[in-house]
Nanobody, 115 residues
């Protein structure tokens, strides 16, 4: 059984920054792509950013130039550095990873951008 645990969410003012972490634990043989998704109230879950095991990244247009995804393979952890946050970034952020050739999700962490 594997587990993904997100941390780092919270309340931040517009223009501020937050860093999310996603740690994988359990019986892990392989972690391929990892990613972050978000879901705002009344909206569908959407892709924010992904990163392959080799470090190739992909971003949603809405976050390009503001968010940076990274990972530490030795720690089985992915990160999302979020800068220049906007109110429209407010959402529950979910970590996603292909672990042992199966897709796993974290429980989510709330990010609220408000003055």
């Amino acid at each position: 059984q594997v587990q993904l645990v997100e941390s780092g969410g919270g309340l931040v003012q517009p223009g501020g920054s937050l860093r999310l972490s996603c740690a994988a634990s359990g019986r892990i043989f392989s972690i391929n792509a990892m990613g972050w998704y978000r879901q705002a109230p009344g909206k569908e879950r959407e892709l924010v950013a992904t990163i392959t095991s080799g470090g190739s990244t992909n971003y949603a247009d809405s976050v390009k130039g503001r968010f940076t995804i990274s990972r530490d393979n030795a720690k089985n952890t992915a990160y999302l550095q979020m800068n220049s946050l906007k109110p429209e970034d407010t959402a529950v952020y979910y970590c996603n990873a292909w672990i042992n050739w199966e897709r796993s999700w974290g429980q989510g962490t709330q990010v609220t951008v408000s003055s």
